[in-house]
């Protein structure tokens, strides 16, 4: 894992950032709106950059001098009344994958719950996101909840 460093984000890192955060999009089920998916997407990374409490963590990979990736993670409250560690987003720029710098933000994250005493940590994405979940399987993570959708037709009683 050289190459590159973790660390906090900095208020300088905003905009690599918010450029960053429209690969949150890929995955998406095709029958979304894309245009409301990219608006909830910047939402959800602003809203993540606007917190800067003790739960809420926020940390960027920077690899020759760039932002290279970033994750956001949070504590949410399971439905048995654990508190979990939740990563909101997880995002790694096309030309830094592979290079151990998506694995090193989960790695931080992990750090960062350990350190608030949580025993579990969560995410989300899209079923038809697979190198994703993929990914999220290598690092240990298994399937807990599945949504599932149907399309509803105007017309269908």
């Given at each position: 894992?050289?190459?590159?460093?973790?660390?906090?984000?900095?208020?300088?890192?905003?905009?690599?950032?918010?450029?960053?955060?429209?690969?949150?999009?890929?995955?998406?089920?095709?029958?979304?709106?894309?245009?409301?998916v990219a608006a909830?997407?910047?939402?959800?990374?602003?809203?993540?950059?606007?917190?800067?409490?003790?739960?809420?963590?926020?940390?960027?990979?920077?690899?020759?001098?760039?932002?290279?990736?970033?994750v956001t993670v949070?504590?949410?409250?399971?439905?048995?009344?654990q508190r979990d560690?939740?990563?909101?987003?997880?995002?790694?720029?096309?030309?830094?994958?592979?290079?151990?710098?998506?694995?090193?933000?989960?790695?931080?994250?992990?750090?960062?719950?350990?350190?608030?005493?949580?025993?579990?940590?969560?995410?989300?994405?899209?079923?038809?996101?697979?190198?994703?979940?993929?990914?999220?399987?290598?690092?240990?993570?298994?399937?807990?909840?599945?949504?599932?959708?149907?399309?509803?037709?105007?017309?269908?009683?």
């Open positions: 894992m050289s190459g590159f460093t973790v660390r906090p984000c900095l208020p300088e890192d905003r905009d690599p950032v918010l450029a960053l955060a429209q690969r949150l999009t890929e995955g998406v089920a095709p029958w979304r709106d894309p245009d409301a909830a997407v910047l939402g959800w990374v602003t809203t993540s950059l606007e917190h800067t409490d003790d739960d809420h963590g926020t940390f960027v990979a920077v690899r020759e001098g760039h932002v290279a990736g970033f949070t504590t949410r409250t399971h439905f048995t009344g560690a939740y990563v909101g987003e997880l995002v790694v720029s096309p030309d830094a994958e592979r290079t151990g710098v998506g694995s090193a933000l989960v790695g931080a994250a992990e750090s960062w719950a350990r350190a608030r005493g949580l025993r579990h940590m969560t995410l989300e994405t899209g079923a038809a996101n697979l190198r994703a979940r993929a990914f999220y399987r290598a690092l240990g993570f298994t399937d807990e909840d599945v949504r599932l959708s149907k399309p509803i037709s105007a017309g269908e009683t």
